[in-house]
Nanobody, 124 residues
């Protein structure tokens, strides 16, 4: 599976942005996740969604602001980002995992496939 994330850009604090992650093959069997890496910082978990879309998981830092969703018919995963903050500035990556154990979705090592990343910049 090849993943391509897009939709990044420059947004003002308080604004919104929607990222998309398009897959070359079917993603219906994979849990999907979003991670981000800010300059000088380690990669961190943002959100994940089960293969069926029945459950989602989010980092505390984005709960209530970011929403992950998926459309398996379109082989696409989305990250809707609202009320954005300068601290959200990072390169955002999507990833696919064959794991069925949601406990591990917050760990990057769980994921089998990664997209190339899209840059999100939030100005204050």
């Amino acid at each position: 599976v090849q993943l391509q994330a897009f939709g990044g850009g420059l947004v003002q604090a308080g604004g919104s942005l929607r990222l998309s992650c398009a897959a070359s093959g079917t993603i219906s069997i994979y849990a999907m996740g979003w991670f981000r890496q800010a300059p000088g910082k380690e990669r961190e978990f943002v959100a994940a969604i089960k293969w069926s879309g029945s459950s989602t998981y989010s980092a505390d830092s984005v709960k209530g602001r970011f929403t992950i969703s998926r459309d398996n018919a379109k082989n696409t995963v989305y990250l809707q980002m609202n009320t954005m903050e300068p601290e959200d500035t990072a390169v955002y990556y999507c990833a696919a995992s064959a794991s069925r154990d949601s406990y591990y979705y917050k760990f990057g090592e769980t994921y089998d496939y990664w997209g190339q990343g899209t840059l999100v910049t939030v100005s204050s």
